[in-house]
């Protein structure tokens, strides 16, 4: 039985410590991603609320003035309410456009 050269253990130990530093820094860096990303759920709650009360409130405003004097109903009012309940979803995907660029821009930086 021959016992490896103490070089050997030397460059083990050197790869063994390169490879926890750079599991320890993966770890960090996907801690800071949960933080960032759990920190944006109650923004995007408030704002989903204030948005529900808008359009209702929007809603119940223009129920009124559905039909003009010669019966004919007036739309004026109704592209502003289609567009505000357009709103959530366009800011969705600007949100996801906005997310994938930043995941692209840190998986960059990582290399």
Known sequence: MSFP???NFTA???VVNRTHRVVREQAENMREQ???SRS???PL????LLL????????FMLDGYDVTPSGIP???DQIML????ALPAIAGVLGLVWYQRERERANEGAR
Do not use: E, H, N
């Open 74 to 76: 007036d739309a004026s």
């Open 12 to 14: 083990r130990a050197t």
């Open 52 to 59: 529900m009360a808008l359009c209702y409130s929007v809603w």
């Open 34 to 36: 949960r933080k960032r």
């Open 82 to 85: 289609l567009l505000i309940w």
């Open 45 to 48: 709650g408030i704002c989903s």
């Open 40 to 42: 944006l759920w109650v």
């Open 5 to 7: 050269q103490p070089q």
